[in-house]
């Protein structure tokens, strides 16, 4: 069966052109995740949260790293660490967390966090890493 360039082999896998992707792939390719909570920039730009352990910093293709929250565009000074901090989900609980080496600092509502240190966020929670300035929303509050 063909699928607008997509190819159903078996029942099970989809070819797309040289590119072979398994049934259970399928099922995560068409069924995107409702993300829980966004990070907010004060420019507005938002960033999803869809996975439960998200990494925030900047871009860095030499060195291959590809943080979910990219606030590359938001610190054009590159005052954000590549791997500057991580957002986890714990059950109903998002925990900001400072990863070590962050040079400039990650701030909650103003308070300076310890780095590996794990901070509860609740939904309005104003984020600072470094220069750049945050706002964590739950789902409800941010469509």
């Given at each position: 069966?063909?699928?607008?360039?997509l190819e159903l082999v078996n029942g099970r896998i989809i070819?797309?052109?040289?590119?072979?992707?398994?049934?259970?792939?399928?099922?995560?390719?068409?069924?995107?995740?409702?993300?829980?909570?966004?990070?907010?920039?004060?420019?507005?730009?938002?960033?999803?949260?869809?996975?439960?352990?998200?990494?925030?910093?900047?871009?860095?293709?030499?060195?291959?790293?590809?943080?979910?929250?990219?606030?590359?565009?938001?610190?054009?000074?590159?005052?954000?660490?590549?791997?500057?901090?991580?957002?986890?989900?714990?059950?109903?609980?998002?925990?900001?967390?400072?990863?070590?080496?962050?040079?400039?600092?990650?701030?909650?509502?103003?308070?300076?966090?310890?780095?590996?240190?794990?901070?509860?966020?609740?939904?309005?929670?104003?984020?600072?890493?470094?220069?750049?300035?945050?706002?964590?929303?739950?789902?409800?509050?941010?469509?």
């Open positions: 069966m063909r699928l607008s360039g070819c797309i052109g040289l590119l072979t992707i398994s049934g259970e792939r399928i099922k995560e390719m068409r069924r995107p995740s409702t993300p829980s909570a966004a990070l907010v920039t004060s420019s507005g730009h938002i960033f999803p949260l869809r996975k439960p352990m998200v990494s925030i910093g900047r871009t860095d293709r030499f060195n291959g790293i590809f943080p979910e929250v990219d606030l590359s565009a938001e610190d054009p000074m590159r005052y954000i660490s590549r791997r500057h901090a991580r957002l986890l989900r714990k059950g109903q609980q998002w925990v900001l967390v400072e990863q070590p080496g962050a040079k400039h600092g990650t701030y909650l509502n103003g308070r300076r966090l310890g780095s590996g240190v794990e901070t509860p966020v609740r939904s309005g929670d104003s984020i600072r890493l470094a220069r750049t300035k945050l706002t964590f929303r739950s789902r409800s509050n941010y469509s």
